[in-house]
């Protein structure tokens, strides 16, 4: 059974730090793109940062840039996502999620196959 587990959200003030862990489980993910998606209440969940199945290629949101860092380690086949200089506008349940084909690079929800359950982050002003 396919896996994917969050962990590391929280609640923070404006300007503090978290990072979140994604451990896959079940098959390995090295030849896949992994990415970190959010969704606010009411709204659609969006992409926020993609890494590719070497680590080398990396793209971002663009109101995270600069804060946030992806990175990866296929060995222990987790994922994590650095978040500094947090605002109140990144107050979202966070997800883990891999691209359903190998060695295809994509930031559409609809691309990605396996999700994790989320985590909760929280920034107060």
């Known amino acids: 059974q396919v896996q994917l587990v969050e962990s590391g959200g929280g609640l923070v003030q404006a300007g503090g730090s978290l990072r979140l862990s994604c451990a896959a489980s079940?098959?390995?993910?090295?030849?896949?793109?992994m990415g970190w998606f959010r969704q606010a209440p009411g709204k659609e969940r969006e992409f926020v940062a993609r890494?590719?199945?070497?680590?080398?290629?990396?793209f971002y949101k663009d109101s995270v840039r600069g804060r946030f860092t992806i990175s990866r380690d296929n060995a222990k086949n987790t994922v994590l996502l650095q978040m500094n200089s947090l605002k109140p506008e990144d107050t979202a349940i966070y997800y883990c999620?891999?691209?359903?084909?190998?060695?295809?690079?994509?930031?559409?929800?609809?691309?990605?196959?396996?999700w994790g359950q989320g985590t909760q982050v929280t920034v107060s002003s």
């Open positions: 079940g098959r390995s993910f090295s030849n896949t793109v």
């Open positions: 999620a891999a691209a359903g084909r190998p060695y295809y690079t994509t930031s559409y929800v609809r691309d990605y196959e396996y």
């Open positions: 890494i590719s199945w070497t680590g080398v290629n990396i």
